[in-house]
């Protein structure tokens, strides 16, 4: 097993290879700070981040995740198509294969939505002023 300079410490003494996150921007929202702001986070606190930019589809979002063998995707969304969105990436990611994938998301998103979004498979939903800290702990210990 390769070791690393970040992750946690095994039994023997090997480091585990940190997590792998894909923080994505789907849909049409351009607007990407908060997205930034928690890949930045992430990356700061030893998680290794793939940042795939605005306007993404779920189908180029999933490609990303399966390409980097990603252990876990951020979806970020403001425009309000997150029922269609996030539902459609988990999809896409149980058609390939990768239902493994935690999927976590943020964003505008009403409180009555995230029920329903954690019944389609997305794990966690992060609403605004949810303290940079509370993701990362989040992550580390779910993903």
Known sequence: ?????????????????????????????????????????LRDAGVEVVYTGLHQTPEQVVAAVVQED???????????????????????????????VVVFGGGIIPDEDIPLLQEKGVAMVFTPGTPMATIVEWVRENV
């Open 70 to 100: 990603a252990d876990a995707v951020g979806l970020s969304i403001l425009s309000g198509a997150h029922m269609t969105l996030f539902p459609r990436v988990v999809e896409l990611l149980r058609e390939q294969g990768a239902d493994d």
């Open 1 to 41: 097993m390769a070791t690393t300079a970040r992750g946690s410490g095994t039994e023997d003494g090997e480091r585990e290879a940190p997590p792998r996150v894909v923080i994505a921007k789907p849909g049409l929202d351009g607007h990407d700070r908060g997205a930034k702001v928690v890949a930045r986070a």
